[in-house]
């Protein structure tokens, strides 16, 4: 896995998303195309100015987690939305459930090794009140 | 019961200070369509639906557009970082700088403060899913004319993503209105 591109290319696979696709009631981007798009689904896309959507260009290791991370948690949000008015979409609702046993995965992976996210973190364990440690979000440089 | 997670919904990584463009996106963290008045609008609102799918709509829209609330204000803070007093005079900002210093502050771009009169509740849910409506339209324009305004594709990132999040809410609202309609709830 050397970049996210990759690594999203490897969760199609991981997942068979193209089955996905094919019997959901709509469309769906993958998460990273998604995110980048701000809108899950192709359908309801709608450009302004821009005639292509904006790449994430993580600078280091750290970014590159959370824009898998932001990816996800992303996808989860468009899908609640979507599951809020069709929640009998069986397909929607596994995919839903594949997006955030992954999310939780990293998030895992992320908090082991740059500090907590959220207060549930495991990571909070410890000689040292870890939640206080930069980076605040408002602030992101990495 | 909110929870608070460390990181933002999109990312904000602004290189170029721009004083004038963070005067213009009050418009979003204080004016009438801000993701504010969004907020508190739905927040207030959802005791008035008449189903579960309503009233998971309506929490679940509020509660990302209070995500949405924090990238305004990443953004705005920023734009500002660092800024002297002579520059803030010079983009307009004298007015913040005397009440409010660098600190961020609800108001519109022209230091009007946010008032609870933006948040429309009627305890009527098709007026209120309809004025929602209304407002992800509003809130979409005012994304495009801050578009309009800069060609910094670090401002312009974050107000694309922010635009079609109110494309997607404006449809949400517009199905869940079409239901109840269809459906005579």
């Not at chain 2, 004083?19 to 508190?40: H, I, R, V, W």
């Not at chain 2, 307009?92 to 771009?109: C, I, K, Q, V």
Request: glycine content about 4%; charged content about 25%.
């Amino acid at each position: 896995m050397n970049n996210y591109r990759d690594y999203y290319n490897y969760a199609n696979n991981n997942y068979n998303q193209p089955n996905y696709k094919n019997t959901l009631n709509a469309n769906i981007y993958d998460p990273y195309q998604g995110f980048i798009r701000g809108n899950m689904f192709p359908d309801l896309y709608n450009t302004y100015k821009l005639n292509k959507p904006v790449e994430i260009m993580p600078k280091n290791e750290q970014a590159e987690l959370l824009t898998y991370i932001d990816a996800l948690c992303f996808a989860l949000i468009d899908l609640n939305l979507f599951l809020d008015l069709n929640p009998n979409d069986e397909n929607a609702i596994r995919l839903y459930n594949e997006y955030r046993k992954e999310k939780d995965m990293y998030m895992r992976a992320y908090q082991d090794k740059f500090g907590p996210i959220s207060l549930d973190s495991a990571n909070l364990d410890g000689s040292t009140w870890k939640w206080i440690k930069s980076p605040w979000p408002w602030e992101c440089e990495y | 019961m909110w929870k608070y997670e460390k990181k933002l919904e999109y990312p904000v990584n602004i290189r170029k200070k721009d004083l004038k463009m963070a005067k213009y996106l009050m418009a979003q963290y204080g004016g009438p369509d801000s993701e504010l008045a969004a907020s508190l609008r739905y927040l207030n609102q959802r005791y008035s639906m008449p189903d579960d799918r309503g009233k998971a709509l309506l929490t679940d829209i509020a509660n990302e557009e209070l995500a949405h609330i924090e990238i305004i204000a990443a953004m705005i803070s920023q734009l500002t970082k660092g800024a002297s007093i002579d520059e803030l005079e010079k983009a307009g900002l004298g007015g913040h700088y005397s009440m409010h210093d660098h600190g961020l502050f609800p108001a519109n771009p022209n230091g009007v403060p946010f008032t609870s009169s933006y948040i429309e509740t009627s305890g009527d849910y098709i007026a209120d899913i309809e004025s929602d409506m209304a407002a992800e339209q509003r809130a979409r324009a005012t994304y495009e004319h801050l578009m309009d305004m800069t060609d910094d594709i670090d401002i312009l990132a974050p107000l694309s993503f922010l635009r079609q999040r109110e494309v997607v809410h404006y449809q949400r609202f517009k199905e869940l209105r079409n239901y109840y309609l269809e459906k005579k709830i």
